[in-house]
């Protein structure tokens, strides 16, 4: 059994919020976010990690249904790349 290297990971979103994952040994590349607002005006947050790109992208599918299940007013989905930091 080969032991992975444990390291941080971090994602910059496009409104400058940072954020850190770790420390894990798991190959994820990119952090997705969903930004929702509630029919109350309150705002809820999504979020999570995956190994792809394309994994990520699937869950902006998601992110449609969850929007008419849920209700949402509106809500902003993103995608950013993961990189390796120092610990």
């Not at 059994?1 to 990119?30: E, Q």
């Not at 005006?41 to 990690?49: A, C, D, L, Q, Y």
């Not at 949402?72 to 993103?78: A, I, L, N, Q, Y």
Request: no cysteine; hydrophobic share 40%; proline share 3%.
């Amino acid at each position: 059994m080969v032991k992975r290297k444990k390291r941080y990971l971090t994602a910059t979103m496009a409104d400058g919020y940072v954020k850190r994952i770790g420390p894990t040994a798991d190959p994820f590349t990119h952090y997705w976010r969903i930004v929702a607002e509630l029919e109350n005006g309150r705002t809820e947050v999504f979020w999570g990690h995956v190994k792809s790109l394309a994994e990520a992208k699937k869950k902006r599918a998601a992110a449609d249904g969850a929007s008419r299940t849920r209700g949402w007013r509106s809500f902003m989905f993103e995608i950013a790349e993961l990189v390796e930091g120092p610990v």
